[in-house]
């Protein structure tokens, strides 16, 4: 009876959010002297309420893998050795600081992953080190993903980040196009229980609509499946749109008044009658003449689009369309339709209007591509490795990522890492481009850091706000992220490795309450030092969220606004605060010249003319590559946790019967695909859920290469699609890469 009252003293509860996904899921983690023994949803999130998929349950296991990296290691005469900070931050000035000052600062490249996005310390610290490095060769997995969706929404709204989302929770009827929510948990719309969602849709009398060449989970849960052609769906919402104007069905309601361009639209949609686009699409007629009817005649309708319209030919066309059909049916910007979030740490904007948003302010050297949001496309970063000439990107910084496995044509990416002069890794694995590394810094765990959505609080379906302190505490010998990209920050600023990530930290804050208080009219203008004051406690991140926080749309506005939301109010509530459901926010959140929608911009008109271009285009005689998610899986990152990658093999290509049996082959036997660029071996799953003429295979696999020290993602292999995409294939308007509709050709 003893020995159980002193292990329930010990015994602690401790909330938190997952970083996993995009869908911010509360997790509940029981501590046992003070390590983590169980996770599981915590039903008293106000979000969550308790939902968790098996990669929420399995943090502790990548907190505590063995193979997780703690200390940082150099690399010497081929062989890694663990050292401590000060010596490997020397090492990485001593390597890179010479290449600069030879060659410049376009020398030294970074490239920033997807888990970036899901740490506080990606969001928030990552800018100040490239403002440092002062490179143009700045690259991230935003080209492999979501770009399409930044210069659509740049170019209509006035912003990059200006991301409307469906209205789930009120919607009567969602067509969803190249998504699998019921796999991925959503993305670009941020939502736990995206499956208790979507039956709770069905439940209220709604309608679901799922756009996928394959019979995914969702759109087998779906009320309708349209099976598309890859790469069909700017074909269809063309002909969604030319239906909508042909029927006199248009009617943007409201933000009439709000909207420029209008007959434009008119006019570039009149190519595209369903029966025009019929073979482009692979979708009947009639189909989308009562699509069409039904999202104008919904009591409210939203239209939503993700990896599958992105990482194509006409992605940035895709997101433009997705957008133009819920403007014209009326239901942008109201309840049940795609609406715009107010997240607690940023202000809301009541004014509309501003300097508008451009795209191209430089090219990259040796293609000319063009900038998106500070950033080149990394289809183009192995041209900048190999291509000689001034600019030349000798050293890579890579943070959180790894492209060896996440980037087109990988086998060339391989290739180019191996040959560079110097490169540091910001990661807690020694994984396929890692081991390739000079310096590898590994940040601390995830239970020993922070946790605030920054990126995903932007893109939720409602308007919440959760804030989660360390589970358990950083042990001195480690270091969290963001002290790591402000030590490599203070190298670059010519600081030196020695110095204190402190200092970089004051600075910033300084600097962000001094944008805040000189300026005259507002209502902290003067109040420097008692900002500063009220947040002598914080540090790093946490300082700056708390700030954030206070000058947010809900905030306490240092005293000004009596209750409002500071950190430490956030603190109180554990299981995180619900600020309420999305609310209109047009016209204030319009940041165009006009201050309005542009609906016509000139880079959208000039790709519809591509779009015209290829209606006639003859169909490839080949088999076309698509990508998958499974539930248990995110990109590569994960794939170390074996609760994650155990069971039935997932690495397997889909093959409808008919093309099996066309080319003779049998399921479970290896098939070769060869691609432009590359070929590899994989067994084959016959099934009537993938389209003919359409093969599939999942992303983020294949890591069984000479020099990773990942031993769970080694045995189970798999085999990387990326070296079947290829670099040269990229969407012109925002340059990101083609990862679906690839042609391949799979034989026995």
């Known amino acids: 009876m003893t020995s159980h009252r002193n292990e329930t003293e010990k015994l602690r509860i401790a909330y938190r959010t997952c970083p996993f996904c995009e869908a911010t899921c509360g997790l509940e983690i029981a501590l046992q002297d003070g390590r983590a023994v169980t996770v599981k949803g915590d039903k008293d999130d106000v979000f969550s309420k308790g939902y968790l ?30 050292v401590g900070w000060d010596e490997a931050f020397a090492a990485v000035e001593s390597g890179l600081i010479p290449l600069m000052d030879t060659y410049g600062r376009d020398t030294v490249g970074v490239y920033a992953g997807n888990p970036c996005s899901h740490t506080m310390a990606g969001a928030l610290c990552l800018r100040p080190l490239f403002k440092a490095l002062r490179s143009r060769n700045i690259f991230s997995a935003s080209t492999v993903d979501q770009m399409p969706k930044h210069v659509s929404s740049g170019l209509m709204f006035g912003h990059p980040g200006t991301i409307p989302v469906p209205d789930i929770d009120r919607t009567h009827f969602l067509l969803i196009l190249g998504a699998d929510p019921m796999e991925s948990n959503g993305s670009l719309a941020t939502a736990p229980d995206w499956p208790g969602r979507l039956r709770a849709l069905k439940r209220r009398g709604g309608k679901l609509v799922v756009v996928d060449p394959r019979a995914s989970r969702t759109a087998k849960l779906a009320h309708e499946h349209l099976r598309i052609k890859p790469g069909g769906d700017p074909f269809l919402l063309m002909a969604l749109t030319w239906v909508l104007f042909e029927e006199d069905r248009v009617n943007p309601g409201r933000l009439s008044d709000h909207i420029i361009g209008l007959d434009a639209v008119r006019d570039l949609c009149r190519p595209f009658s369903p029966e025009a686009v019929e073979r482009r699409s692979g979708i009947d007629p009639s189909i989308v003449y009562r699509t069409a009817r039904e ?70 050297r040796v293609k000319g591509l063009h900038e998106v949001m500070g950033e080149l496309p990394v289809c183009t970063l192995c041209d900048e490795i190999e291509t000689p000439g001034e600019g030349q990107v000798r050293a ?5 990522s790894n492209p060896v496995i996440a980037l087109p044509n990988s086998a060339r990416v391989d290739r180019a890492l191996a040959g ?48 989660s302190p360390p589970v358990i505490p950083k042990p001195n010998d480690e270091m969290d992220k963001w002290e790591i990209l402000y ?11 020695s110095a204190n990530a402190a200092q970089m930290d004051d600075f910033i804050i300084r600097m962000m309450v001094d944008g805040l208080a000189e300026k005259e ?75 309005k929608i542009d609906l016509a911009p000139h880079p959208m008109v000039q790709d519809v003319q591509r779009l015209i271009e290829v209606i006639n285009r003859p169909e490839p005689s080949s088999l076309v590559l698509v990508g998958r998610r499974h539930l248990r899986t995110n990109n590569s990152w994960m794939a170390n946790i074996s609760s994650l990658v155990s069971g039935p093999p997932r690495c397997v290509l889909l093959v409808h019967p008919e093309d099996a049996s066309r080319l003779g082959l049998e399921g479970g036997a290896a098939v070769e695909v060869k691609s432009r660029v590359g070929r590899i071996a994989v067994p084959v799953e016959i099934t009537t859920d993938i389209r003919p003429g359409v093969v599939s295979l999942p992303h983020g696999w294949g890591h069984d290469l000479t020099g990773v020290r990942m031993g769970v993602a080694m045995t189970h292999g798999g085999v990387n699609s990326n070296i079947l995409s290829d670099d040269e294939c990229f969407d012109p308007l925002s340059n990101n890469a083609v990862l679906n509709g690839i042609p391949v050709e799979v034989s026995a």
Not at 295 to 310: D, E, I, K, N
Not at 396 to 400: K, S, Y
Not at 492 to 497: D, K, N, R, T, W
Request: proline share 8%; aromatic share 8%; net charge positive.
């Open 53 to 82: 998929c098996p990669k929420g349950a399995a943090l502790a296991d990548l907190h505590y893998d063995p193979d997780r990296l703690r200390h940082p290691l150099i690399k010497r005469n081929g062989h890694w050795v663990e």
């Open 295 to 364: 999202l104008a005649s919904a009591p409210s309708a939203a239209v939503y689009g993700r990896m599958g319209t992105s990482t194509v030919e006409f992605g940035a066309l895709n997101q433009w369309l997705i957008d133009m059909v819920n403007i014209l049916t009326g239901n942008l910007d109201r309840p049940g339709g795609a609406m715009f979030p107010s997240p607690a740490h940023m202000p809301r904007r009541n004014r509309p209007g501003g300097k508008g948003w451009t795209l191209g302010r430089w090219k990259s």
């Open 396 to 400: 890579l910084i890579t943070v959180a």
């Open 420 to 467: 560079l002069d110097f490169m540091v890794s910001v990661d807690f694995y020694l994984n396929a481009s890692t081991r390739h590394a000079h310096v590898i810094l590994p940040p601390t765990g995830p239970l020993s850091t922070s946790q605030y959505d920054f990126s995903f609080y932007n893109l939720s379906v409602r308007n919440i706000a959760n804030y």
């Open 487 to 497: 030590r490599l920050a203070m190298i670059f600023s010519g600081q030196g490795a």
């Open 521 to 595: 009219g507002s209502p902290l203008f003067g109040k420097q030092t008692e900002i500063l004051q009220a947040m002598k406690d914080l540090r790093g991140p946490d300082r700056m969220l708390d700030l954030m926080l206070r000058t947010g749309a809900y905030g306490d506005g240092f005293g000004l606004n009596h209750g409002g939301l500071s950190l430490s109010r956030l603190k109180e509530h554990p299981h995180g605060m619900d600020l309420g459901p999305l609310e209109p926010r047009i016209p204030g959140i319009l940041r165009t010249t006009s201050g």
